[in-house]
């Protein structure tokens, strides 16, 4: 089993930034790939990023590109997801994600976090 705990959520104008945080324990690997995940109310759950915690490989949803930044510290087995210039649609519950498969489709991944919810105010 892995464990993931989310922190670093909040409300935040719009242009400003974030950085989310997700604490992984138990049966952790450099085998998996960690994603971060978004749902809006009534929307399904989005794609955001994702990155290979042996290579550090990353992948971005065409939505953040060029302006999120998922990284790793394998050390302190943590994945970072740095949001700048947010957007009001960027407003979600965010969640982070463990997988041995990775990709960008949910179900992909077997292990969630509980979530952490952003705002961003116009």
């Known amino acids: 089993q892995v464990q993931l705990v989310e922190s670093g959520g909040g409300l935040v104008q719009a242009g400003g930034s974030l950085r989310l945080s997700c604490a992984a324990s138990g049966r952790t690997s450099t085998k998996h790939v960690m994603g971060w995940f978004r749902q809006a109310p009534g929307k399904e759950r989005e794609f955001v990023a994702r990155i290979t915690l042996s290579g550090g490989t990353t992948y971005y949803g065409d939505s953040v590109k060029g302006r999120f930044t998922i990284s790793r510290d394998n050390a302190e087995n943590t994945v970072y997801l740095q949001m700048n210039s947010l957007k009001p649609e960027d407003t979600a519950v965010y969640y982070c994600?463990?997988?041995?498969?990775?990709?960008?489709?949910?179900?992909?991944?077997?292990?969630w976090g509980q979530g952490t919810q952003v705002t961003v105010s116009s």
């Open positions: 994600a463990a997988s041995l498969i990775g990709g960008t489709r949910a179900n992909s991944y077997g292990y």
